[in-house]
Structures are given as structure tokens and as C-alpha cells.
């Protein structure tokens, strides 16, 4: 049998345990940072924002929060965000905590896959352990 791969979706997730929380956690981020190019920052990422709350990009640089779920330090999550096409979905611990409509095309581009940060090597890093990206 043949699959036909799917254009314009993605999944990023991880487990993750923080240790220390000051500001934004980076937990996994695509953009162009190699090269960065108008447009080409932040378009894929699962962070944690300053309220402890789940916080994500999906195919441009438009942050959305979850506000309905708070995260708690010195516990392990499994965090996952995806996107069909048509809705980006979050999930903790396989429970979907929020979603949000959006028509974007995901753009196409080499880029880095980047753990522990939420833009580029050193911006948002993450105090605590990453695991099974």
C-alpha cells in the first residue's frame, strides 16, 4: 500500500519538566533562524509563557495562549500541538486543552528543529529536562 504524505500539516511534541520558570520556555521551535527572511521567524513552537500556560505558534509567527490550563513546576507533561490544514489542536498529557482556527500554508524551508529555546539558540530557554522530541 501506498501512503500519500499530507501537505500543510504538522505535529510537534515532547515530554517536559521544569525546574525553574522565569519568563517564556521554549520547549520546541522551528523557524528560519539559520536565515532568517521577513516572515520566517517563529512559524512552528510549543512554549510555555509566563503564566504557565501552554503557548504556540502555527505557520507564522501569531502567538496564541491557552488560558484554560495552567502548568505546574516539577511535574512531567506531555505536550503536543497539531495542525490539519485548518485547526491547530494543543494537548496535555493527551487531553486537548484548546484549539484554534486558522488558514495558513506552512512554509517550506530548511530549517533547524530546536530544544530547550523558542526562537533561536539562547532565546526562551527552558530550566528543566526535555525529553522524547
Known sequence: MIQQLRENEITMMAWFYLTGHVEYDGIVSMSGV???????????????????????????????????????????????????GSVAIVYVDAQEVGRVEKQVNLPTFDTPVLVGVGEAPGVHPTEGIIDEV
Open 34 to 84: 539559520l536565515a532568517p527572511v521577513a516572515g520566517q521567524c517563529c512559524q512552528y513552537r510549543i512554549m510555555v509563557n509566563p503564566g504557565l500556560q501552554p503557548f504556540f505558534d502555527v505557520g507564522e509567527h501569531n502567538d496564541h495562549t491557552i488560558a484554560g490550563f495552567t502548568f505546574q513546576l516539577e511535574q512531567w507533561y506531555h505536550y503536543a500541538m497539531t495542525y490539519d
